[in-house]
């Protein structure tokens, strides 16, 4: 049973606004801050949102972050081709001491 | 520019032993926690250790904790991980990372790749 559980995947036409949805438990996303990233095949994640849903610099006001509860969710707005990737949630868990992924999420542009 | 290159990885039997080491430039390497991450090719990330700025506080997951050891060296710039009692399920791409989550920078190394066979 994963720790943090996202969809497999997510899909919208150009344009459209997509959400990745990232669910966990009271000792991780209860508690502590959350972190997305992006992942295009063959290169190394980069930072999306820190903090729940603070932008580091370049990256597009379209994308945004929340928390609620022992959820959290990635937004796009303004799907475009550019933003078809995997997208992994992020989130420091209490219990077991560690840093703990979510099970990713691929989104396509239809 | 901040720069993370991994080195070390290749192909080990399983139950050997192989030691990762990353090299960082272009950041006070002395400041910040760091970490390494795998992911098999095709799969999910995976968290695997952290290290304290100063070397004095580590954090493993569990199915790596007693065969893993994570240390720095910050004279060197040099993190690194030693892997012992390797199995087929460790056979993955490693990276070394700054993250967010400890610090004020997110940098990933280009990752290499620890493959466990006979």
């Known amino acids: 049973q994963p720790v943090l559980t996202q969809p497999p995947s997510a899909s919208g036409t150009p344009g459209q606004r997509v959400t990745v949805s990232c669910s966990g438990s009271s000792s991780n996303i209860g508690t502590n801050d959350v972190y997305w990233y992006r992942q295009l095949p063959g290169t190394a994640p980069k930072l999306l949102i820190y903090?729940?849903?603070e932008r580091p610099s370049g990256v597009p006001d379209r994308l945004s972050g929340s928390k609620s509860g022992t959820s959290a969710s990635l937004a796009i707005s303004g799907l475009r081709s550019e933003d078809e990737a995997d997208y992994f949630c992020l989130v420091w868990d209490d219990s077991l001491s560690g840093y703990v992924f979510g099970t990713g999420t691929k989104v396509t542009a239809l | 520019e901040v720069q993370l290159v991994e080195s070390g990885g290749g192909l080990v039997q399983p139950g050997g032993s192989l030691r990762l080491s990353c090299v960082a430039s272009g950041f006070t390497f002395s400041n910040y926690w760091m970490h390494w991450v795998r992911q098999v090719p095709g799969e999910g990330l995976v968290w695997v250790s952290r290290i304290k700025s100063d070397g004095s506080r580590t954090n493993y997951a569990d199915f790596v904790k007693g065969r893993f050891t994570i240390s720095r060296d910050n004279a060197k710039n040099t993190l690194y991980l030693q892997m012992n009692s390797l199995r087929g399920d460790d056979t993955a791409f490693y990276y070394c990372?700054?993250?967010?989550?400890?610090?004020?920078?997110?940098?990933w190394g280009q990752g290499i790749l620890v493959t466990v066979s006979s």
């Open positions: 903090r729940n849903n």
């Open positions: 990372a700054t993250l967010r989550g400890t610090g004020d920078l997110d940098y």
